[in-house]
């Protein structure tokens, strides 16, 4: 897969692209508060992985989707599309796209891919319909589609604050990590909606995290990793505590829910030995992925 930048850079030229949109996990997830405009104050540290899903843009009059899942809609509600929607009203074009849509993350999980899949359509149909706008005018779009699509712009290793939209790159090391997902989505509302008081706290852990990434220690990353949504995850998903359990039984060296869940991930020492874990977890009711942190663009693209 060849990353963007050694794209043509004539506007116009392909009709047609192909790019990958990574998944992330939150290494640390602190909830500080809440805010007047209803959510939450966050203090996160986000980063990509290579699981990633696929989609073709190919410039048309209209805005159509078609997806390989029957747990997205495959109309305009898909997040692909609003992302198209969005940019064609701000960048005031005429023109449509047809987006195919193959999901590789599993959704509604806690692993932003739905908001991967925005940030990819952002950044995609700036290049196909030529409108060479910068990153930080992209992300005024993305940010009204959700929290974690300015996020998915860059990709990479950031701290969140705000609602996690107001991010901070930061340095970190290669991870190799384990992902165990129960099969069955989990509502971010319902998770947000169980968050009490005695859940907030000050930032400290994330933190702990970015001094951790800092000193390129896996251990270290392993015993800082924290999410102050599990307790109210654990209260819709009770499973999740035995998810977290059998992954440090597994031989991870710490592990802990990603975003609001359920998708619950652990650290492992080498891929080797994720591959390890991830054979030893492997049972019909889970899904369990050894994957590899992604330190460079979350979307990549290529001319098709
Ligand atoms: P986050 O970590 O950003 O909270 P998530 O991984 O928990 O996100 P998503 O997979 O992004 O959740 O999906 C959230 C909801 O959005 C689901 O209810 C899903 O039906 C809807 N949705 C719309 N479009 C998409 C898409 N392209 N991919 C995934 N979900 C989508």
Sequence with gaps: MLAFPVLPTRPGRHRRLTLTASGKVNLALEVLGKRADGYHELATVMQTIDLADRLTLEDADEL?????????????????????????????VDRGVRVRLDKRIPVAAGLGGGSSDAAAVLL?????????????RLAEVAVTLGMDVPFFLRGGLALGTGRGER??????TPLALVLVNPGEPLSTAAVYGRVTPAMYSDGGRARTMTEALRARKPTRV???????????????????????????????????????????????????????????????????????????????MRAA
């Design 64 to 92: 159509a989707l078609t997806t390989t899942s029957a747990e997205v809609p495959a109309n305009a509600d898909n997040l692909a599309l609003r992302a198209a929607g969005a940019l064609r009203e701000a960048a005031k």
């Design 167 to 172: 991010l901070t790159p930061i340095p970190g």
């Design 124 to 136: 995609g149909l700036n290049r196909l319909w030529g409108l060479r706008w910068p990153l930080a």
């Design 222 to 300: 392993a015993a800082s990793l924290y999410n102050g949504l599990e307790a109210a995850a654990m209260g819709v998903r009770p499973d999740l505590v035995r998810m977290r359990a059998a992954l440090v039984a597994a031989g991870a060296l710490g592990a802990a829910m990603s975003g609001s869940g359920p998708t619950v991930f652990g650290v492992a020492r080498s891929f080797e030995q994720a591959r390890q874990i991830r054979a030893r977890l492997a049972r019909a009711s889970w899904g369990c992925w050894a994957v590899r942190t992604v330190s460079g663009p979350a979307v990549r």
